[in-house]
């Protein structure tokens, strides 16, 4: 089997599957010394039961962990949270360690007759580009300064992105994620830069086509990414989980593919109305039917990212009545 990609999806499969006993080989062009464009950021209770199944100490990469969130709107006010888990880690020496004594070359990958597991991320090296994919700009630095000591959120009006401070020690990534780069940069203005790091991420699940023939499509290629958040980690982690679990129980590429596309679709159904409701808030239709139904799960959302949020304000943004 290869893995395509050894992002964070790729280099824990590559750990976990060998673990198991699987002939498995990956493959990524990165070049050493590579600073991977992300917030870091991440829940630390849900990535720790993934670590412990290939007995790594996630302890030993956190960075910062968040104490207090601050959680702001440009049409709702700053709101402090306590963190419930929310932390930034060291994710370039997480992934290089995972695939340290494994089997992986620094070759690009571009497909033969072997199952081929698609772990290439807003590439889709593999499953190929579709028309109904949907991305967002971002761009991070790696800063001295922040306008915050703490983890920072600041949503855009109308679900158009979201500016963040997430600290890393003594620096800051200090990033912008929205549909209009020219926004991005100008929330970014007056931010020192050690880095500068971006690249788009994909915010929708894509679904219609999870594998092709001896492919099979993990993480952020078939748009794992939290459409609220765009938390996609631990959502990579869980496509790639399942697919341990699906290839533990079939050897049949078939009965595999058939079975992981409906886990994945099952797992993360949310995805589907989450991305209509933010579509919806960007086109000024508020209130709508589906936005009612989400505005909870899109809070469950930030919960999940480790945020203990409970605010009717935030709710209310969501639901488009703000
Ligand atoms: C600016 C920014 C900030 C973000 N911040 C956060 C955050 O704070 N928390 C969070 O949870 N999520 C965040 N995300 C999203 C998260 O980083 C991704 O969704 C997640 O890393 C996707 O994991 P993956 O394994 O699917 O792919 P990736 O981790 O992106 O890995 C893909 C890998 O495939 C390799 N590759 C591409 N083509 C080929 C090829 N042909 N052959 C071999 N290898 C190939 C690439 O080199 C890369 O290493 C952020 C994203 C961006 C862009």
Redesign the pocket.
């Known amino acids: 089997m290869n893995i395509?990609?050894?992002?964070?999806?790729?280099?824990?499969l590559l750990r976990r599957l060998s673990d198991l006993g699987f002939q498995v080989k990956?493959?990524?062009?990165?070049r050493p010394g590579?600073y991977?464009?992300?917030?870091?950021?991440?829940n630390e209770n849900n990535m720790k039961e993934f670590c412990r199944q290939i007995n790594v100490e996630f302890e030993d990469y956190i960075v910062s962990r968040a104490e207090n969130v601050i959680i702001s709107g440009d049409n709702f006010p700053e709101q402090t949270f306590r963190g419930s888990g929310l932390c930034?880690f060291d994710?370039n020496r997480f992934?290089l360690d995972l695939v340290k004594g494994m089997n992986y070359s620094t070759?690009?990958?571009?497909g033969n007759s072997e199952l081929s597991l698609d772990?290439?991320?807003?590439?889709r090296?593999?499953l190929g580009k579709t028309i109904d994919d949907y991305t967002m700009n971002?761009?991070?630095y790696l800063s001295e300064n922040s306008g915050h000591d703490n983890f920072y959120f600041n949503f855009y009006r109308n679900g158009t992105g979201y500016f963040?401070e997430?600290p890393m020690g003594d620096k800051y990534?200090v990033?912008a994620?929205g549909i209009d780069q020219n926004e991005n940069m100008r929330r970014l203005e007056g931010f020192q830069k050690i880095l500068v790091?971006?690249?788009?991420?994909?915010l929708k699940p894509l679904f219609e086509n999870i594998c092709l023939p001896n492919v099979i499509g993990?993480?952020?290629?078939i748009g794992?990414?939290?459409p609220i958040?765009?938390?996609?980690?631990?959502?990579?982690?869980r496509?790639?989980e399942i697919f341990v679990e699906c290839a533990r129980k079939s050897e049949d590429f078939s009965e595999l593919s058939a079975n992981y596309s409906s886990r994945i679709i099952k797992e993360f159904a949310r995805y589907e109305g989450l991305h209509r409701m933010v579509l919806s808030m960007q086109s000024g239709r508020v209130l709508t039917f589906n936005n009612l139904k989400y505005a909870m799960t899109a809070l469950n959302e930030i919960r999940d990212?480790g945020i203990d949020v409970k605010a009717r304000s935030i709710l209310l943004h969501f639901a488009g009545f703000s």
């Open positions: 395509c990609g050894l992002g964070i999806s790729g280099s824990y990956g493959y990524d062009p990165k590579y991977i464009p992300c917030g870091y950021a991440t930034t994710k992934e070759e690009r990958f571009t772990c290439s991320g807003i590439s090296a593999l971002a761009i991070e963040w997430f990534h990033g994620g790091t971006g690249r788009r991420i994909r993990i993480g952020e290629s794992c990414v939290s958040t765009g938390e996609g980690i631990v959502p990579s982690l496509s790639a990212f």
